[in-house]
C-alpha cells in the first residue's frame, strides 16, 4: 500500500485546497513526527500559487505562465510528501488515511473510480450542518468532498471540506441561512474519478 498522489487531475485551486487540507491533517499528528518536505513549505507554496490564480483571471500569457508555475511547485512538494508518507506509514490504512492523504492498495479495483451518482445534500437539524450522501462507487477507496458558497457553476472558489471512506458525509461550519453546493470524487487505485452533478442545500 502506498499513499496516493492525487494531484494529477486536480485543478490550480483544487490543489491548494488539497494541500490545506494535507497540512491540517498533519499538523501535530504523531505518526508524522517530521514531514519531509515541511509543512511550512507547502503552506508557502500553496499561498504563492492562490496568489497567482488570482493574478492569472485576467488571462494574461505571462501571469498563466506564473500560475502553471507555481501550481506544478506545489505538486512537486505533495508528490514528495506523499512519497514520504509511505515510507512512514507502510501498509497501516489509519495513518495514511490520517496524513489526508488517501491510498493505493497492491491488489484491487484497477479501473479508475467512475462518477459518484445520486448524491443528495439535505438540510441537517443542526446549525450549520449539511448531510451528504451518494451511490457507492466500486472502484473507490475515499471520497473527496467539495464546497462552494456561492456559484455551483464557478471553474474556482471550490473547498475542499471532508474526505470520507464511506458514500456519506456531514458538513459542518456552513454559514446559518445560505445556499450551499456540494460536488463528490472518489479516489482509487487508479488516481481521481471524475466529479459528481453539484447537490445543493439551504443551510440552517
Same mark, same amino acid.
Not at 500553496?46 to 490564480?53: G, Q
Not at 493574478?55 to 505571462?62: D, K, P, T, V
Not at 462518477?115 to 439535505?122: I, Q, Y
Not at 471512506?165 to 446559518?176: D, E, I, M, N, Q
Given at each position: 500500500? %502506498?499513499?496516493?498522489?492525487?494531484? %494529477?487531475?486536480? $485543478? ?13 491533517? &498533519? ?6 513526527? #517530521? ?9 508557502? +507554496?500553496?499561498?504563492?500559487?492562490? +496568489?497567482?490564480? $488570482?493574478?492569472? &483571471? ?7 505562465? =506564473?500560475?502553471? %508555475? ?14 514520504? =508518507? ?41 446549525? *450549520? ?10 472502484? %473507490?477507496?475515499?471520497? @473527496?468532498?467539495? @464546497? @462552494? ?9 471550490? $473547498?475542499?471540506?471532508?474526505? #470520507? ?10 454559514? #446559518?441561512?445560505?445556499?450551499? @453546493? ?5 479516489? *482509487? $487505485?487508479?488516481? &481521481?474519478?471524475?466529479?459528481?452533478? =453539484? ?6
Amino acid at each position: 500500500m %502506498a499513499a496516493l498522489k492525487e494531484t %494529477a487531475r486536480l $485543478t490550480p485551486s483544487e490543489l491548494a485546497n488539497k494541500a490545506d487540507h494535507i497540512v491540517e491533517q &498533519m499538523t501535530d499528528n504523531v505518526a508524522f513526527p #517530521s514531514p519531509q518536505p515541511s509543512l511550512a513549505s507547502i503552506t508557502t +507554496a500553496a499561498t504563492a500559487l492562490r +496568489a497567482a490564480i $488570482t493574478a492569472a &483571471m485576467g488571462g494574461g500569457r505571462m501571469e498563466v505562465a =506564473v500560475r502553471n %508555475a507555481r501550481r506544478n511547485e506545489l505538486k512537486d512538494l505533495v508528490d514528495r510528501l506523499a512519497e514520504h =508518507v509511505s515510507s512512514v506509514a507502510g501498509k497501516d490504512e489509519e495513518l495514511v488515511l490520517s496524513s489526508g492523504f488517501g491510498f493505493r492498495r497492491q491488489a484491487g479495483p484497477l479501473a479508475e473510480p467512475s462518477m459518484p451518482r445520486n448524491l443528495s445534500a439535505r438540510i441537517n437539524e443542526h446549525v *450549520g450542518r449539511v448531510d451528504l450522501a451518494w451511490t457507492p462507487v466500486p472502484e %473507490a477507496l475515499t471520497y @473527496h468532498i467539495l @464546497h @462552494h458558497a456561492s456559484d455551483p457553476l464557478a471553474v474556482d472558489g471550490w $473547498t475542499l471540506v471532508g474526505v #470520507s471512506t464511506r458514500a456519506a458525509f456531514s458538513v459542518k461550519g456552513l454559514t #446559518s441561512g445560505k445556499q450551499a @453546493h456540494f460536488k463528490v470524487a472518489g479516489i *482509487g $487505485t487508479r488516481g &481521481m474519478g471524475p466529479w459528481s452533478q =453539484v447537490a445543493s442545500s439551504l443551510v440552517k
